[in-house]
């Protein structure tokens, strides 16, 4: 207290007050203020602020000097020179932010005024700063409002249907049919497209449009077979004056009309990642008579489709046409697997060591799961089919596709892994899987059941479980680079991931019918294009190629495509499939998907991927090693079978 008050005795004896100076204590610091009124830019700004050599000491040396020493210290910081001086700043700071200021439509007074309210020991270029931090944040918020109110009058998603402008002049008619699996739904679809003078199918998979583009030539008509070209993302085979396509349905051709499209699995319009697809489809498909191939449980979801595109729709739900049962009891045991059997895992390691466990019984297994090419899957199934294979050991990829004469689905388990972390199947996907027994025609029922009691219990409820019906609005709606290069013109943004964003947060979406979605992948990659010099379009194309980020030999790959585009290198591949025979077989399976993306990519930058053929060469021969890798090990554990007995 004694301190204090020999303080403002020296204050008092020195005239501080007179001056503008007060003598402060705060922070741990002893300091000088200066206190004055600037008057620049037509405004008077009052201002308390410490000058640049105003810190005088710690409370704990100051105590240690005597009452001249202060003043000594005092009249040192405290001359007319440092007042000017602190003014004279002030006042070009004064200037300088009102024109900001006025640059940008802000009020200098809404900044200006923290400088009479400033409690702090720092100097006054520190509050300076911080005010231009905040001058700065404030002008970034004003853009982002100006660019976000930009990009909203630039794309309205009431008006996505009108973006496609062949199918919104033709009288198009939706015709549903809806049922589950094996209620001969595709296969009326594919009569009609058959039938139709010209038209296009629309897989959810390689897989099947690669069946269905088979299927459709060996359509007859007039002695002549059909001419049909396929369209996937890693694959073109076209043909002359080609009437009817088999395409996977990002692969849409939204230009040219035909008579007939068929949408298969339309329920899809759900998914997360990939529902934006058949948004676009259902949309965008140049055809007078659209089919809706798919469940039951999307009956209201394509209805309010048709409504809201203005097209009628008839719907048809068709029932299976063989019955679906479930085993008296779960399996337990392999020796209880017979022929006809598919056994379900839901993991490529879990698949292998069951299909081991399978073959040991000496039983003849044909192997399917994800991460094997629509070409060994194919040729897998179709070993089944020929009786090569009696037991089929797979994961869900059996569930879509892959037509197979299965008379029991057997669960290994009902638990997947989803990315995060480990649940139950959701019961759509159990009905999916379960369809897939009694082929009809072959088998007069098909029967479910689980390996132990109670992955058992839990399909008998999956099973049991009504079906939710899809939701029927908020149909995802992906970004094309045209919606980006809008966004772009309006808000002079080149960043690929500001610009996504854009368009999930800012586009104007009236009443949410149609609703924007990005996945995670494309936005973690495009955050890392960013750092490239590349376009928006080669930002954007680089950002959907189909490789996966978990694989790391993919992952690598795919950083060194982009950084030889960003150098205008052009990436050539080499012809050395012998190397494929010294690799394990995840390395052959990761080799064929290498390939596979990199067709992907020619396709679609040809100029600095152009190998495209010897991309499908290599990937093919890469396909064919998988499927005799597997044949072999399928070979080795029935050899071990024998020799035990």
Same mark, same amino acid.
């Given at each position: ?23 402060m ?26 000058? %640049?050599?105003?810190? &005088? $000491? !710690? ?5 240690? *000097? ?5 003043? #000594? +210290? ?32 802000l ?38 409002e ?9 794309i309205?998603l009431?008006?996505y ?20 699996t ?6 009326? %679809?594919?009569?009609? &497209? $058959? !039938? ?5 199918? *629309? ?5 099947? #449009? +690669? ?15 059909l ?33 007939v ?19 676009a ?151 999916q899987?379960a ?6 025609g072959?088998?007069e ?12 219990e ?58 924007p ?5 494309q936005?973690?990659r ?49 012809a ?26 020619g ?6 991927f152009?190998d ?10 890469a396909?064919?090693?998988v ?19």
């Amino acid at each position: 207290m004694t301190e204090e008050l020999d303080d403002d005795r020296l204050s008092n004896e020195l005239g501080l007050a007179e001056r503008g100076v007060a003598l402060m204590k705060l922070e741990g610091r002893v300091f000088l203020r200066f206190d004055g009124t600037a008057d620049a830019a037509d405004l008077r700004v009052p201002y308390a602020l410490v000058p %640049a050599q105003g810190v &005088l $000491a !710690k409370p704990s040396k100051w105590r240690k *000097l005597d009452a001249d020493a202060r003043a #000594a +210290l005092i009249r040192e910081r405290s001359t007319d020179r440092a007042l000017r001086e602190l003014h004279d700043s002030v006042e070009a700071f004064v200037e300088e932010l009102a024109g900001e200021c006025e640059e940008f439509g802000l009020a200098p007074m809404d900044f200006l005024h923290s400088l009479a309210d400033v409690q702090t020991s720092e100097p006054a270029t520190v509050v300076f700063d911080r005010i231009r931090q905040r001058l700065g944040h404030a002008v970034e918020r004003q853009r982002e409002e100006q660019h976000a109110e930009r990009t909203r009058q630039s794309i309205n998603l009431a008006e996505y249907p009108a973006s496609f402008e062949v199918a919104r002049r033709l009288p198009r008619k939706f015709v549903a049919l809806l049922g589950p699996t094996n209620s001969g739904k595709t296969h009326k %679809a594919m009569e009609a &497209l $058959a !039938k139709a003078a010209s038209g296009v199918y *629309l897989a959810p998979l390689r897989l099947l #449009a +690669l069946e269905n583009y088979e299927r459709l030539l060996e359509v007859s008509r007039h002695g002549k077979p059909l001419a049909v070209s396929l369209v996937t993302g890693e694959e073109r085979r076209i043909a002359e004056d080609a009437t009817h396509v088999a395409s996977t349905v990002e692969m849409l051709d939204t230009r040219t009309p035909v008579d007939v499209a068929v949408i298969d699995e339309i329920q899809m319009l759900a998914d997360r990642d990939r529902g934006a697809a058949w948004t676009a489809a259902v949309c965008g498909a140049p055809a007078r008579t659209v089919y809706l191939v798919g469940a039951p449980e999307a009956r209201r979801a394509v209805e309010a489709l048709a409504e809201r595109l203005e097209c009628p729709i008839e719907v048809h739900v068709m029932k299976r046409k063989g019955p679906l049962s479930m085993e008296p009891g779960p399996v337990r045991r392999v020796k209880n697997l017979r022929p006809g059997d598919a056994l379900i895992a839901f993991s490529r390691r879990d698949v292998l060591m069951w299909r081991d466990m399978v073959a040991e019984m000496g039983h003849l297994v044909a192997t399917v799961y994800g991460n094997l090419s629509p070409e060994v899957r194919r040729a897998q199934a179709q070993r089944f089919r020929d009786g090569e294979a009696d037991i089929v050991v797979g994961t869900d990829a059996i569930a879509m596709g892959l037509n197979m004469p299965i008379q029991r689905i057997v669960m290994t388990s009902t638990v997947k892994f989803n990315g995060v972390e480990e649940e139950e199947i959701p019961a759509p996907l159990a009905r999916q899987i379960a369809g897939r027994a009694g082929r009809y025609g072959i088998h007069e029922e098909g029967l479910v059941a689980g390996y132990d009691a109670d992955s058992h219990e839990v399909m008998r409820s999956l099973l049991k479980e009504k079906p939710v019906p899809l939701n029927t609005s908020g149909f995802a709606v992906a970004p094309t680079l045209e919606h980006l290069h809008r966004i772009a013109a309006v808000t002079q943004e080149t960043s690929l991931a500001k610009l996504l964003k854009r368009f999930i947060h800012n586009i104007d979406v009236p009443d949410g019918f149609f609703y924007p979605r990005i996945t995670e992948d494309q936005m973690e990659r495009a955050q890392w294009l960013d750092t490239l010099p590349l376009s928006v379009a080669d930002k954007f194309a680089l950002s959907l190629v189909p490789v996966s980020t978990k694989v790391l030999a993919l992952q690598r790959a795919w950083e060194h495509w982009c950084v030889a585009l960003s150098k205008k290198r052009i990436t050539r591949l080499q012809a050395d499939d012998h190397q494929l025979h010294y690799m394990t077989l995840q390395e052959v399976e990761d080799t064929c998907r290498l390939y596979s993306a990199y067709a992907w990519l020619g396709y679609r930058l040809p100029d600095y991927f152009p190998d495209i053929e010897l991309a499908l060469e290599l990937s093919r021969a890469a396909s064919e090693r998988v499927d005799s890798m597997l044949q072999d090990q399928n070979t080795s554990s029935r050899r071990r079978h024998h020799r035990r007995r």
